[in-house]
């Protein structure tokens, strides 16, 4: 699967690797995942410098309205992100629906920089959700 990522509670981290070709639905399900791993407010170092995003106009706009409904839900954790130097326009719109949310946001060429940048900051409060 072209992204992968992983959860660390204990260091309140996520890290995304997304290779090759991204389309929709592996990024909703990334989304998804964090949602189900309560790590939305978790700090993120998403590194795409190898991807190439798949995604149809529609597609992207359904992206920002899953992403708008999960950053009104929760706090979102600050991001580092390392994207490819292609596809600027379906990243320049994924980029503005990732800086909607309330959230430090920096764009990185170097992974290490990225990750040092993001570990000084402090992960988001978390929110409290009672099922019943």
Known sequence: M??????????????VVAEG???YSQLV??????????????RKLYDGARSLMRMT???????????R??????????MAAILPEVDAEILARLLGMVALADR??????NRERALKWLLALP?????LEFVG
Do not use: C, K
């Not at 989304?31 to 309560?38: C, N």
């Open 69 to 78: 409904v999960e950053h009104e839900r929760t706090p979102m954790g600050p």
């Open 104 to 109: 430090p946001l920096r764009i990185f060429v």
């Open 29 to 42: 399900a990334m989304i998804d995942g964090l949602r189900a791993g309560d790590a939305h407010g978790y």
């Open 21 to 23: 070709e991204v389309t």
């Open 57 to 67: 106009p529609e597609e992207v706009l359904m992206l920002g309205a899953h992403m």
């Open 2 to 15: 072209p992204v992968q990522w992983t959860i660390e509670p204990d260091r309140d981290l996520v890290t």
């Open 123 to 127: 992960s988001a409060p978390r929110s």
